[in-house]
DNA sequence: TAGGACATGTAATGCGTTACATGATTAT
DNA sequence: ATAATCATGTAACGCATTACATGTCCTA
């Protein structure tokens, strides 16, 4: 039996103290999702799995006539998931930004578009930007606060200081950009 | 017919100046890798699809008793790349990084654990600048000297610079983990 | 009383990777 | 002679998304 990363995010997310599918749902959107996506259909047959793996105890517990399944991590889960967290293996980091392939093409565009270009990069780090400070670290530091959890908001700030970092570095190229109407040789600092 | 961004990659890198599916392959391991993957085996059918959209025109051309097929961008496929580089869409930025994700939860490793967690993360980033100093730079570097194309260039510097702020926010993390935790003494072991 | 959040799924599809497969050319 | 690189694929599999589907509870 062999857990996924996307496993251990469920099994993790129910050890900081969600209890459903849905809390998994919920607390997935404000955190993990902007390093590691999974979507909430893959959520409910990943609970089935750690169930019958014995990583998780799971039982209904509806909520009026609403059906609900509410799980608790065994022993056994705590252990799996310290021992995924501590194993060495290959960090690989993957990103998919069509904003920076876009930008490796543009030399295809007019200088004025792909200036263009590079300022809808900066507004949409600026948007995440505010996303993380208006939601994402608050939720971050409640848990933080609730429980003496610490890494949950530290990922956050992660977040944060990477898009403020990204914002910046956009900001400089729209300049250099923007002044070179002549033909520099410089290659930059 | 709707082309995906990983369509774009091929079409993109035939007009900066890859011939076969092999120089895409070589260079998209070189660039795009870092903010777009595309595995080799997709690359052969996506030639196929461009060309049967008109985008591209083929012909073969055999190294010897090698086969090999070489790619030209039609007008309508130059067209195409400028039309998807203006598109006002999503620009969304997806990160799969097992490494953010371990330090969310590293609330469950031991203080020390986790520390070790941070340099591990460091490290892959240091290993990520040097490669782009040695390899991937250059290389770009290259492209803009032999054809005045400067983005792959920037989007080169892009990606050591992001790596260098992430190994500056792991080094800064480490200290203020390390003078947390005055448990463990085995810093300099 | 209607809309949104809560709560959980199924089915179909597509995308991409892994593993496998072939064979020629060039450098050592 | 052998290894590495050039060059191009096929087949099977699995993971993840999209679209669809169902029904309850709470609030304005």
New interface residues.
Partial sequence: MKLS?SS??VL?ML??GARSGYDVKRAVEL??R????ISPVQIYPELRRLEDAGLLQGRDEPRGGRARRVYDVTPAG?AA??E???A??????????????????????EPA??LA?VR??RE?SERMVRRFREEIEPTAEGVAEGS?????S??AR?GR??NE??VQ?CGD?ERELGSASVVDGD??R
């Fill in positions: 990363p251990y995010v993790g050890g900081l955190s993990t902007f390093f590691w996506t705590e998931l310290r995924w967290l501590m060495a293996e290959e960090l690989a980091m993957e990103v998919r930004d069509k904003g920076l392939l876009k930008l490796f093409f543009a030399d295809a565009l578009d792909a270009h809808a990069m949409r003496g959890r610490r890494f949950p530290i990922a992660f200081e990477l970092w990204i570095w190229l290659g930059g």
